[in-house]
Nanobody
Framework: QVQLAESGGGSVQAGGSLTLSCSGS??????IGWFRQPPGKEREWVAT????????DYADSVKGRFTISQDSAKNTVDLQMNSLKVEDTALYYC??????????????????WGQGTKVSVSP
């Protein structure tokens, strides 16, 4: 059951930027994050935000380039992606959980998922 919605995907050249947004009943979740599935590969965790404590966590592959944040005015969780690389090409999913997050969430244990938004990065 789809409970979240992603937006903001698109095509960009390497080095460019995109911002993804996740919307839904986010106030009911304690852990919100982004995952991605590159073509022909398995889904991987990208970033997590714990909105009630303001803590964030990132995969090493995106650290320093991606920023996850909460926009209270829009009721969204955004993923600002800078310095995009060809290997960032993937279907990006938003996920949310009502548990403490951590490794369980990074492994994909979540209570809600979006349908995904496609990001394509060309050379």
């Amino acid at each position: 059951q789809v409970q979240l919605a992603e937006s903001g995907g698109g095509s960009v050249q390497a080095g460019g930027s995109l911002t993804l947004s996740c919307s839904g009943s986010l106030y009911s979740y304690t852990t919100i994050g982004w995952f991605r599935q590159p073509p022909g590969k398995e889904r991987e965790w990208v970033a997590t935000i714990y909105p009630y404590v303001g803590v964030t966590d990132y995969a090493d592959s995106v650290k320093g380039r991606f920023t996850i944040s909460q926009d209270s005015a829009k009721n969204t969780v955004d993923l600002q992606m800078n310095s995009l690389k060809v290997e960032d090409t993937a279907l990006y999913y938003c996920a949310a959980a009502r548990h403490g997050g951590g490794e369980s969430f990074r492994q994909g244990t979540a209570h809600a998922w979006g349908q995904g938004t496609k990001v394509s990065v060309s050379p």
